[in-house]
């Protein structure tokens, strides 16, 4: 089998193709490669989606403010993506609708309609309502917004993601697939010997490191991505990063209705407001441009009152930093196109292809969580001469759902309601938690539970030991921070003495992870 534990030493094992980097790029290409019949090897130094993925604004969507700087490319693409992403795994993704105020002395609103209607066409809109106008003096949509300030609006469609999982479950499908996903796996050296690379990599829990051997290296380091070019790859790249801090917060929620706001500032940034785990209000982003170890990257106490004080510029009640529940930031790497302010950076992807000693080493600038299945695609093509890769499946991952989104997009309410059903202790709430984080993988590891007792110990907020064994078993989550921040996002439900309870019960309990269900197609 493909799947080994970590700190197994592959001696004469050659991997068509080794992946430093465990975000949505890199497990996107993963997932690929590996449908396509090629051997994948891909480490991460931390957990699944630890980076810059898990601290997006939780959006599939096309960007409608890139129109602004002329990225109509872009936007197109993601456009496209945000419907093909949405069927392969609508359990973590779902509509949403945007509320978009106008208000003189910033755009005009015969720009704002122009700019909806490319929204709508140019991306092939088939599922998603339309643009339509708003009267906020009698739609509910206007009642939070300070009143008599803002009479009319635009509301468009985009997409909300839970983008740590999207992550998580796209490793899984790879390793499902015959990928080897290593997390806590660090890559310390790189060589070239005889045209194949060689990838000294070191399990950061217990020190052992062993030697993984590849045609084809994808550098998916994300803010890292330089980095890994100075371990030894022997590439002078040409390419530079741009490291741009994105931060947000959350607040208890801030109103009923289930639309989102997109407000405009008259520094020329956009912040949203997004309704966010039933209970709370997401508010987001910032963008500065950032120095220094984006593992230690937080939100500010300036970005936190920039963003309380831009959204009390529409909102009847006032957000204050006192209100605040929860922040996060994260660093988006983002290909340095020379833009004089971080906001105006391109969120589009670039590659640069080195061939030091005769193997394609290929290392990925910027992208967006929306355009990753793309990005894995164009990063295929560039390395096909040099893998082989199999035409005939060119685009399968458009197609073939990701694990538990085998359902159609409007199917996710009934299979809460059938959980609900079948597991009559399940509350409402608890069901379509699980719905929406598993999706019909869910009785994978509820099984024939009759009761909450038979799902072992609880840990608070409906998270079971069940689940828990689930998570450490076939989604490598070794820690109580990976399963309430990322896998579950009950961090803000739970209590310190919760979470802490959580990773000592983790401590003292092996799990074994789960080996790949299907072996890759080999070329020999």
Excluded at 62 to 75: I, M, P, T
Excluded at 160 to 186: C, N, P, S, Y
Excluded at 314 to 327: C, G, H, I, N, R
Aim: charged residues 25%; proline residues 4%.
């Amino acid at each position: 089998m493909n799947g080994r534990a970590p700190g197994t030493r592959h001696l004469d094992k050659i991997f068509d193709l080794a992946i430093i980097g465990g975000g949505i790029n890199g497990c996107g290409i993963a997932r690929d490669a590996a449908g396509r019949g090629n051997s994948v090897f891909l480490c991460e130094m931390n957990d699944l989606a630890s980076g810059t993925s898990s601290w997006s604004t939780k959006l599939v969507h096309g960007g409608l403010r890139y129109l602004v700087y002329y990225e109509f490319r872009l936007v197109r693409e993601a456009l496209i993506e945000r419907e093909i992403l949405w069927q392969i795994a609508p359990h973590i993704i779902r509509p949403l609708r945007f509320v978009l105020p106008h208000h003189s002395g910033l755009r005009p609103a015969w720009l704002l309609r122009l700019g909806l209607f490319l929204y709508d066409h140019i991306g092939g809109r088939n599922l998603l309502p339309p643009t339509r106008s708003v009267d906020l003096t009698r739609d509910e949509v206007g009642r939070p917004l300070v009143p008599n300030r803002y009479t009319r609006a635009f509301e468009y469609s985009d997409c909300f993601v839970d983008d740590a999982r999207l992550v998580v479950l796209t490793a899984r499908d790879a390793a499902d697939r015959g990928a080897e996903i290593r997390t806590r796996t660090r890559a310390v050296a790189i060589r070239q010997v005889d045209g194949i690379w060689h990838v000294k990599v070191e399990d950061t829990s217990g020190g052992v490191r062993s030697t993984i051997k590849a045609r084809a290296l994808v550098n998916a380091g994300g803010p890292w991505v330089e980095d890994v070019l100075r371990s030894g790859a022997g590439v002078n790249a040409r390419a530079k990063v741009r490291l741009v801090q994105g931060s947000h917060i959350v607040v208890r929620k801030l109103y009923a209705h289930d639309r989102a706001y997109m407000f405009q500032n008259s520094d020329g940034r956009i912040v949203f407001v997004i309704p966010y785990q039933d209970d709370f209000t997401l508010i987001g982003t910032t963008d500065r441009d950032f120095d220094g170890d984006p593992s230690k990257v937080k939100a500010s106490t300036e970005e936190i009152k920039y963003l309380c004080d831009s959204v009390s510029e529409y909102l009847a009640k006032p957000v204050s930093p006192e209100d605040v529940v929860w922040t996060y930031a994260g660093v988006r790497p983002l290909y340095d196109d020379g833009a004089s302010e971080a906001k105006a950076a391109t969120r589009d992807y670039v590659f640069e292809l080195d061939t030091p000693g005769g193997a394609p080493m290929l290392s990925i600038y910027g992208g967006k969580i929306t355009t990753y299945r793309r990005l894995a695609e164009e990063a295929l093509e560039r390395l096909a001469p040099y893998l082989g890769s199999f035409k005939a499946k060119e685009g399968w991952t458009g197609k073939s759902p990701l694990p538990g989104g085998d359902m159609d997009v409007s199917a996710v309410a009934a299979l809460s309601a059938e959980l609900a059903r079948n597991y009559p202790f399940l509350t409402q709430a608890h069901a379509s938690r699980l719905a929406h984080a598993y999706g019909t993988r869910a009785v994978k590891w509820l099984g024939n539970a009759k009761s909450l007792d038979d799902l072992g110990l609880s840990f608070g907020a409906g998270l079971t030991e069940s689940e828990v064994r689930h998570l450490m078993a076939h989604e490598w989550a070794r820690s109580a921070e990976d399963i309430v921040w990322r896998r579950s996002k009950l961090g803000l439900r739970l209590s310190v003495g919760e979470i802490a309870a959580l990773q000592d019960w983790i401590a003292a309990n092996h799990v074994t992870p789960e080996r790949p269900l299907l072996e890759a197609g080999r070329r020999k």
